[in-house]
Nanobody, 125 residues
Framework: VQLQASGGGLVQPGGSLRLSCTASGFTSNYYAIGWFRQAPGKEREGVSCINLSDGSSSFVDSVKGRFTISRDNAKNTGYLQMNSLKPEDTAIYYC???????????????????WGKGTQVTVSS
């Protein structure tokens, strides 16, 4: 199983970016894909999660109303649309897949078994 995050970059406050997470090595939709981020000097935090089977999703409070998550199972790709970006969104963003079957949009750290290389998001004027 391999995942690769892409789509990061430099954007001004208030701008938008769409991150992609391309997955390979599995075909089942029994899992959930999560987006995580880590800013310099801070612990990694979960940003959003999507259940690949039913498309249900969850978000950390700080991004609710600004970020959306989606998936295209035919393309084995997940997306994180980030709007109204703020400087505090600056971080390396990672995508990961649950190890076990997911029954909801829940992506706890302990169950995230497969991680992609991150993509840098910088929000600055």
């Amino acid at each position: 199983v391999q995942l690769q995050a892409s789509g990061g970059g430099l954007v001004q406050p208030g701008g938008s970016l769409r991150l992609s997470c391309t997955a390979s090595g599995f075909t089942s939709n029994y899992y959930a894909i999560g987006w995580f981020r880590q800013a310099p000097g801070k612990e990694r935090e979960g940003v959003s999660c999507i259940n690949l089977s039913d498309g249900s999703s969850s978000f950390v409070d700080s991004v609710k109303g600004r970020f959306t998550i989606s998936r295209d199972n035919a393309k084995n790709t997940g997306y994180l649309q980030m709007n109204s970006l703020k400087p505090e969104d600056t971080a390396i963003y990672y995508c990961a897949r649950t190890k076990n079957r997911a029954w909801s949009a829940y992506c706890p750290d302990y169950d995230m078994a497969y991680w992609g290389k991150g993509t840098q998001v910088t929000v600055s004027s």
